[in-house]
């Protein structure tokens, strides 16, 4: 099963509706039914966005990830992929990053802080015109770390 995460387009987001519901629900049927399932499937999709696939075949690992609702504590616990997800090409990519990235801001270490402002500047020198909102979300989650730092 985990070869989907790793061979472009075993997985893809442009089938029905229907099929995206029913891999949901086996994905959470599965962590209901295997320890160890869900902190894994969060991990391999993060990973898999790091890969080299086309937009549309990494469109399929944004989805689950968004659908499996990952908690605040689990997006810290997966903080190193989400910071190295920053930097990817698809804008999507790094808007699920931004996303996940803004609802543990504020439990980061110091060197997290640090490696998240390192990333947050590819972002903010991207020129191409779908990055402007992306720019505008980083300079938010930038905003943030700031004032994490100044509580330390």
């Known amino acids: 099963m985990w070869a989907c995460f790793t061979d472009e ?4 987001k ?6 995206n519901a029913d891999i949901l629900a086996l994905f959470h049927t599965l962590q209901e039914n ?4 869900r902190d894994r499937l969060l991990t391999e999709c993060l990973k898999a966005m790091l890969r080299d696939f086309s937009a ?3 469109s399929i690992f944004h989805h689950v990830y968004r659908g499996m609702n990952p908690t605040p504590d689990e997006n810290l616990g997966n903080t190193n992929l ?6 990817t090409v698809p804008s999507t990519s790094v808007g ?14 110091e060197p997290q802080i640090h490696d998240l402002l390192n990333a947050s500047h590819t972002v903010l020198l991207r020129t191409e015109k779908k990055y402007s909102g ?6 938010a989650l ?4 700031t004032q994490s730092i100044l509580k330390m």
């Open 9 to 12: 387009g075993l997985l893809r």
């Open 134 to 139: 992306r720019r505008s979300h980083s300079l």
């Open 34 to 37: 295997f320890d160890g399932f």
């Open 96 to 109: 699920l990053a931004q996303e996940k990235l803004m609802s543990c801001v504020d439990k980061l270490t």
């Open 82 to 87: 989400l910071t190295s997800v920053l930097t």
């Open 56 to 58: 549309k075949n990494t």
């Open 142 to 145: 930038l905003l943030k770390c």
């Open 14 to 19: 442009d089938w029905s509706g229907r099929e």
